[in-house]
Each structure stands twice: as structure tokens, then as C-alpha cells.
């Protein structure tokens, strides 16, 4: 059975941080790239990060960068997202995704399995 679990979401105040993770099993992961997309209330679901099945290629949309940072382990099957510096535009259900390709992509078509999402909000 396919799963990708998320943990780590919450509430936290503006300029806080907060790491999320998602936990991979019943797919090949090491060999796979990962993706963290998100989606505010009445929104389109967004890009925010991806990272090659290495961990050697990591790509971020511009409203997130310098300030989150995805990372992987393959031998745990996870992967992380460090979010800092955050600002309540940044609330919204953040999920991950798992993509058969091992490159990375910022189209959320070319990933095949997701995750159920953490909340993450973020007060002024």
C-alpha cells in the first residue's frame, strides 16, 4: 500500500520556522524525486520545492526561496521541508508528492502519488 505521511505542520507565528516531513512506504523512493506543493483557501494548489532523487538538484518557487530548504533521506524514506522566516502568506495545507521520474519537476501532473497534507498557519 502506497503512503506518504506528513507531520510537522502547526501554528506559528510570523518569522517562525517549522520543519515538515513526509514519511514514504509501499514505493521506490530512492530513485524517485519528491515534491512539496501547497494550497491557500480558494487557491490553485502551488509549487514550493522539489528535489531530485539524490538530493543533488533541489529547485523552489521565488516566493519561498532563500527562505525553505528540501532535503531528503533515502534511507529513511523521507522527505523534509525547512520553512523559515514565515510569513502568514505562507499559510495554506502544504502536501508531498512522489514522482516516478527521478528528475525533478515543478508541474504537479508529472507527480503520481500525494499525500493527505499538513496545515500550516501562519499569524501576523
Given at each position: 500500500?502506497?503512503?506518504?505521511?506528513?507531520?510537522?505542520?502547526?501554528?506559528?507565528?510570523?518569522?517562525?520556522?517549522?520543519?515538515?516531513?513526509?514519511?514514504?512506504?509501499?514505493?521506490?523512493?530512492?530513485?524517485?524525486?519528491?515534491?512539496?506543493?501547497?494550497?491557500?483557501?480558494?487557491?490553485?494548489?502551488?509549487?514550493?520545492?522539489?528535489?531530485?532523487?539524490?538530493?543533488?538538484?533541489?529547485?523552489?518557487?521565488?516566493?519561498?526561496?532563500?527562505?525553505?530548504?528540501?532535503?531528503?533521506?533515502?534511507?529513511?524514506?523521507?522527505?523534509?521541508?525547512?520553512?523559515?522566516?514565515?510569513?502568514?502568506?505562507?499559510?495554506?495545507?502544504?502536501?508531498?508528492?512522489?514522482?516516478?521520474?527521478?528528475?525533478?519537476?515543478?508541474?504537479?501532473?508529472?507527480?503520481?502519488?500525494?499525500?493527505?497534507?499538513?496545515?500550516?498557519?501562519?499569524s501576523s
Amino acid at each position: 500500500q502506497v503512503q506518504l505521511v506528513e507531520s510537522g505542520g502547526g501554528l506559528v507565528q510570523a518569522g517562525g520556522s517549522l520543519r515538515l516531513s513526509c514519511a514514504a512506504s509501499g514505493l521506490t523512493f530512492s530513485t524517485s524525486a519528491m515534491g512539496w506543493f501547497r494550497q491557500a483557501p480558494g487557491k490553485e494548489r502551488e509549487f514550493v520545492a522539489t528535489i531530485n532523487w539524490s538530493g543533488g538538484t533541489t529547485y523552489y518557487d521565488e516566493s519561498v526561496k532563500g527562505r525553505f530548504t528540501i532535503s531528503r533521506d533515502n534511507a529513511k524514506k523521507t522527505v523534509y521541508l525547512q520553512m523559515n522566516a514565515l510569513n502568514p502568506e505562507d499559510t495554506a495545507v502544504y502536501s508531498c508528492a512522489w514522482s516516478a521520474s527521478g528528475a525533478t519537476s515543478r508541474v504537479d501532473k508529472n507527480y503520481h502519488y500525494w499525500g493527505q497534507g499538513t496545515q500550516v498557519t501562519v499569524s501576523s
